[in-house]
C-alpha cells in the first residue's frame, strides 16, 4: 500500500501519479446494505478500495507496455 503519492511510468511516455488508497465516506453509506460503508476500506476488504490517479506525462499507452515504481522524471 503506498503511503504517499508516488510517480508510476507506463510504457515510454505516461507517468501517472497514483494517491494513498481513498478513506471510506460516509457519504456513500446509502449505496450498501445496512450502510456499511466502512466496506470500502483497505484495511478491512483488501481489493475493493478505491484509488487515484493524476497524469503528469500523457502519451500513448499500449498492452503490454512495462509499469514502473518511481520512474527518473
Known sequence: MLE???P?????DVVVEVAPYALPCSK???WFLGGDFERMGHAREAGVSRGYASVLH??????GDPVVLEPQL
Open 4 to 6: 504517499t503519492p508516488e
Open 8 to 12: 508510476v511510468g507506463i510504457g515510454t
Open 28 to 30: 456513500n453509506a446509502r
Open 58 to 63: 500523457g502519451g500513448a499507452l499500449r498492452v
